[in-house]
């Protein structure tokens, strides 16, 4: 299976940023998708941002403008850059991917969730 590791998050104060990263593991990887989710407190978890392997992204109307996503496909690993942050950014961020991995089976096709990180935006 593809497990990814996130990192970044923190307390910022309104109006600061942030950058969040998530790698995939593995070494043999065929990356299609990669995407942000956030989950606040007492919602459901809702899609920020989601770049393709074509690069053409597309954001959430409430980011659109302030948060940038990008990918290095040769790390297998894709960023969110976070800017002129809001209070109701608060949330725990999760990074997805999907596409396939190749083990003693041959390829087999994957959806990953990472962990999750806590981004706090806050004065």
């Known amino acids: 299976q593809v497990q990814l590791v996130e990192s970044g998050g923190g307390l910022v104060q309104p109006g600061g940023s942030l950058r969040l990263s998530c790698a995939a593991s593995?070494?043999?990887?065929?990356?299609?998708?990669m995407g942000w989710y956030r989950q606040a407190p007492g919602k459901e978890r809702e899609l920020v941002a989601i770049i393709p392997r074509s690069g053409v992204t597309s954001y959430a109307d409430s980011v659109e403008g302030r948060f940038t996503i990008s990918r290095d496909n040769a790390k297998n690993t894709v960023y969110l850059q976070m800017d002129s942050l809001k209070r109701e950014d608060t949330a725990v961020y999760y990074c997805?991917?999907?596409?396939?991995?190749?083990?003693?089976?041959?390829?087999?096709?994957?959806?990953?969730w990472g962990q999750g990180t806590q981004v706090t935006v806050s004065s």
């Open positions: 593995g070494s043999m990887i065929s990356i299609n998708a």
């Open positions: 997805n991917a999907n596409g396939d991995y190749y083990s003693t089976y041959g390829w087999t096709t994957f959806r990953s």
